[in-house]
């Protein structure tokens, strides 16, 4: 069958251009996840806290504004500022940027992340100036931008004292019940005046103006581009975890794994099984007669709780994984090669072939095996969704590769931290329906395929 | 000639099961070796405690002596092939020993106890949810093979695309999600209330625990089990006998109940059969999200708790129940099909 003949039957089967496009889409995003995603650096850091602290701690996804009353800030960076030099006649540098906030939400966001790049030793004024004309100083302190210090002033942590400060300028009395440790400094920061700022502050909406001064004193300091991180109430396409890690970031990385893990174990098995099946069947004698029974071994074992004693005691990585599902799975397609290829080796082209003086690796490679190939790809298909929903099983008990992000990882932590008691649907919800719609892609190619190629219908 | 067969496949069965209690143990080797001779040394500092009337000297000696007429009796002192050999023999022969860790709920550390305790419960959940898929699964795949290509039959297709990449327990998390906090519906886990009500309102509880995990098996079993069943119906119905039947005028309600139905009945029964006997392992994630103490969740707490002997046990009778539906399905089929036990290779 040439490839144009293939294709003509293949782009009649509409469950096959699904799952082709579904295919083609998931390797794309697999190649280009780590452009897509807003957290580049994710697949190193998954398990690192501090790449994820900016985040708001399980946030729902930004879309869920669309479907209740009180709509909560999104989360976002504020990269263009307004940025004015001058220079004291001291030689001191001072430098200004303005950061435009428009806020128009019924939340406020949980935090305001200020980051300053740069080196030495630079005092920084922090204020905000807000849309009713009042203005608060939020920050005042000399901060070592270089030595590896944070540089980075969140409004929620450190902005506490300075937002009792903002109460007091009018009202000493509501200032004096406020305790630092117990209030939301974004909340009454982002509050109209006076109406409450003490139990249920009400969010004062327009422009926010956010304003950094940094004191250059010396010429060998200097002041990068600052940003400002806005860690909101709503976040992102998927929301954040109880690590909170960026789910959507999370999903991206996973299908890597999952294409690694369903395609690496699915052609090894299935080359495996079927070189196995033709050698079994042809040669046959003792070689039929150990195969055959080391297949009836590995078909009646237990796969998952084998699968799950050995990861257990190896604590496998990922490759040893796909290693130990491929001596699993290898069964699969064993049976009907061997089968196949019982019925093959008495077909008339194959003894004129051993007239003609080949050997019998020849045959088995020239003749016998790519009769064979079609079915394989089929089989190959078909065997991928097992094949991944095996590796998050093992994941989500704990037992998976932990340095890897995929699905069944993402899934474990959801189960352990508490996602599925408290609601956090938008963790749980998203790896289940990528791994469904996986298995599905390689569902719908393997039939489209086995349709086409079936090689019952090919033999003749 | 059949009783030939029928010894035969039992006899290889049989021999099958000795391969794989000897994998077990080969592969759990150090470790049982390990837990035996923690539990030895337990009992006989038990034993040495009870002694009074001996002096150090004297109690040192019957200690040793004790120890060492134990290790001959568990054959420890074996070199490693007649220590793995033994231990196959006594897995074989069902007696399991002491549990390291784990205990009945009574407090019995005898592994056939604890794994008897947790064999019903498996049952109750899994194998009614094999009985219920199947039939629902005939019903609708009987459905679906009245109009192939049709509405259903394409919807059910699509659901057997869906759930065939479906792990089970995301499903339950989600079911526990929606039903137990999301609207709380059902019980989030666990086999009964605590304190359970007495009587019949006890029954009832039970019940209304088992619904969630039951329900959610069967929403995902379902449809490939009803595609399976469709597949099957239809090729019978291409068969000449249904043109046959068909031919004569008899109608199609008769013709799909009656032929199509009947003639499929051999190998819907032969994945029911399986599904039986293999339920009886359970499913350990299903269980241990649901909190339902069957085999799965035994075996799980096992593999954590590093309880040697309790896991191989668990295995064990997996393994046999496998293995057993395999043999009796074997068996059966030589005695209703007679090509098969003439055939010679598989």
């Known amino acids: 069958m040439s490839a144009g003949e293939f294709w003509d039957d293949f782009s009649k089967s509409k469950t096959g251009l699904v799952g082709l496009g579904l295919m083609l889409a998931f390797v794309l995003l697999g190649a280009s996840g780590e452009l897509l995603v807003p957290f580049p650096g994710a697949s190193r850091h998954w398990r690192d806290i501090d790449y994820w602290r900016d985040n708001p701690l399980a946030a729902p996804p930004a879309w869920t504004n669309a479907f209740v009353a009180r709509k909560g800030a999104p989360s976002s960076i504020l990269t263009r500022f307004k940025a004015e030099k001058e220079t004291r006649d001291d030689g001191v540098g001072i430098e200004t940027f303005a950061f435009d906030y428009p806020f128009a939400y019924d939340r406020p966001p949980r935090d305001l992340i200020v980051r300053v790049p740069g080196s030495g030793r630079v005092p920084l004024v922090i204020w905000l100036e807000r849309p009713d004309g009042l203005s608060a100083e939020l920050y005042r302190d000399q901060v070592d931008l270089s030595g590896g210090g944070e540089n980075r002033v969140s409004v929620t942590r450190d902005c506490a004292r300075a937002a009792i400060e903002f109460v007091r300028s009018r009202d000493e009395a509501i200032a004096d019940t406020m305790n630092a440790d117990l209030i939301k400094p974004v909340a009454v920061l982002f509050a109209k005046a006076g109406s409450g700022n003490l139990d249920a502050p009400t969010p004062l909406k327009g422009v926010y103006e956010i304003k950094i001064r940094a004191l250059i004193v010396s010429s060998d300091f200097s002041v990068g581009r600052p940003s400002i991180i806005v860690s909101g109430q709503v976040s992102g396409i998927m929301g954040t975890d109880a690590a909170k890690r960026d789910v959507f970031t999370g999903i991206v990385l996973g299908i890597r794994w999952a294409l690694v893990i369903g395609i690496l174990s699915s052609s090894v098995t299935v080359v495996a099984g079927v070189l196995l099946g033709i050698v079994a069947a042809y040669f046959g004698g003792v070689l039929d007669w150990l195969l055959t029974r080391l297949y009836e071994l590995i078909y009646f074992l237990p796969v998952l709780p084998f699968l799950i004693v050995i990861s257990a005691i190896f604590k496998p990585s990922i490759w040893v994984l796909i290693a130990i599902i491929c001596a699993f799975f290898w069964t699969g397609s064993f049976k009907t090669v061997y089968g196949m290829t019982l019925q093959i080796r008495e077909e008339s082209f194959v003894e004129a072939s051993r007239a003609l003086g080949s050997g019998p690796w020849r045959i088995v490679l020239r003749h016998i095996a790519p009769m064979l190939l079609p079915y394989s790809f089929a089989s190959m298909a078909l065997s991928v969704p097992a094949i991944i929903v095996y590796e998050a099983s093992v994941s989500l008990i704990g037992l998976g590769d932990a340095t890897i992000v995929s699905w069944g990882q993402i899934l474990e932590s959801a189960l352990t931290q508490g996602a599925v008691i408290n609601g956090l649907w938008w963790w749980v919800i998203p790896p289940g329906l990528m791994i469904a719609l996986m298995g599905m892609s390689f569902a719908f190619l393997g039939t489209a395929l086995d349709k086409i190629l079936h090689p019952k219908l090919k033999t003749r | ?346």
């Open chain 2, 1 to 346: 000639m059949y009783l030939k067969f029928a010894l035969r496949r039992i006899g290889y069965g049989i021999l099958m099961y000795v391969a794989m209690i000897f994998i077990f143990s080969t592969l759990f080797n150090s470790v049982a070796d390990r837990t035996a001779r923690a539990q030895i040394d337990e009992e006989v500092a038990q034993e040495a405690g009870r002694l009074k009337n001996l002096d150090e000297e004297q109690l040192k000696a019957a200690v040793a002596a004790r120890r060492e007429s134990k290790l001959r009796q568990y054959h420890l002192e074996d070199p490693l092939p007649g220590r793995i050999f033994w231990r196959s023999v006594r897995t074989l022969s069902f007696d399991f020993g002491n549990s390291t860790i784990m205990k009945a709920s009574d407090g019995d550390r005898a592994v056939i106890r604890i794994v008897l305790e947790a064999l019903p419960r498996t049952v109750v959940l899994f194998t009614s949810e094999v009985v219920i898929v199947t039939v629902l699964g005939v019903v609708l795949g009987l459905y679906a093979a009245r109009k192939p290509n049709g509405f259903f039959d394409r919807a059910n297709s699509a659901m057997t695309m869906i759930t065939n990449g479906l792990p089970a327990w995301w499903l339950a998390m989600l079911a526990i999600m929606a039903l137990s906090y999301g609207i709380p519906v059902f019980p989030s886990g666990g086999l009964r209330s605590n304190p359970a009500p007495a009587g019949p309102a006890g029954l009832f509880d039970y019940l209304w625990h088992l619904s969630l995990p039951l329900l959610t098996l069967v929403a995902l079993g379902t449809w490939s089990m009803a595609y399976l069943v469709r597949n099957i119906v239809l090729s019978n119905l291409q068969e000449d006998f249904v043109m046959a039947a068909r031919a004569r005028g008899i109608r199609e309600r008769k013709v799909l109940f009656g032929h199509a139905l009947r003639s499929s009945m051999p190998a819907i029964m032969t994945i029911a059969i399986l599904g039986l006997f293999g339920s009886i392992a359970g499913n350990i994630i299903v269980e241990g999200i649901f909190g339902w103490p069957g085999i799965g969740n035994l075996y799980f707490i096992a593999v954590q708790q590093n309880d040697v002997p309790v896991l191989m046990a668990t295995l064990a009778i997996e393994t046999l129940f496998n293995m057993a539906g395999f043999v009796i399905l074997d068996v059966v089929y030589g005695l209703l099909d007679p090509r098969i036990k003439a055939g010679g290779r598989a």
